[in-house]
Structures are given as C-alpha cells and as structure tokens.
Nanobody
Framework: VQLQASGGGLVQAGGSLRLSCAAS????????VAWYRQHPGKQRELIAR???????????IYADSVKGRFTISRDNAKNTVYLQMNSLKPEDTAVYYC???????????????WGQGTLVTVSS
C-alpha cells in the first residue's frame, strides 16, 4: 500500500489550498483517516481526523488552531482523503502528512500508512 499526497505549494495569507492523499495497492477497507503537520524543529501534530469509515459514519475532530478554517473529507470510491484549507496564515506553514488506517485483507489487522509529506508555505 502506498499513499501519494499532493496539493502543497506557496500561497499568500488569506488564500486557500486543497491537499489530496490517494491510497493505492492491496486495500480491503480504510478506517480512520487523518492529516498531520510538522513545523521545523517541532513534533508532528494532528490537525484533522475522521474516525469512521465514512464522513457521516464517524466523528471528525480538528485541532483548535485550524478549526473553522480547515475541512477534512474522504472519497471512499477513490481511496482518497482531502484537506481543504481556507484563510491560511503564515503560521500554517509546515510539511503536511496524511495518514490512513488500512485493512489490507480478510484478517482484521489494521495498518497505519503515511504519505510522503507535502510542503505548504504561506507568505505574509
């Protein structure tokens, strides 16, 4: 299983970006999906997560720093999770990582997979 993240780039403060993270490979089902970010010299932090198999099936949580500005969503038919980021601020500058909890077969074991990281830079 591989996760391919895309959509990062340079944007001015107040602008918007949408990140995508597509999973491919041997996928039986995808459970929780999430986005994290990492500022230089700091630990990776959770910013948004959907706990259920569908956007309406489980709960969605956001870090206080992005609540009201970022929206996480998923398209199960495409094995893809999105992060819509609006009203971006310079402090949102970071490398963003997607995470998907994936069941790869009939066995109930769930594995955690990470995307390669995509850089978001917000200029003031």
């Amino acid at each position: 299983v591989q996760l391919q993240a895309s959509g990062g780039g340079l944007v001015q403060a107040g602008g918007s970006l949408r990140l995508s993270c597509a999973a491919s490979g041997s996928i039986f089902s995808i459970n929780a999906v999430a986005w994290y970010r990492q500022h230089p010299g700091k630990q990776r932090e959770l910013i948004a997560r959907i706990t259920g198999i569908t956007s309406s099936d489980g709960s969605t949580i956001y870090a206080d720093s992005v609540k009201g500005r970022f929206t996480i969503s998923r398209d199960n038919a495409k094995n893809t999770v999105y992060l819509q980021m609006n009203s971006l601020k310079p402090e949102d500058t970071a490398v963003y990582y997607c995470n998907q909890q994936i069941r790869t077969g009939i066995a109930p074991t769930i594995f955690s997979y990470w995307g390669q990281g995509t850089l978001v830079t917000v200029s003031s």
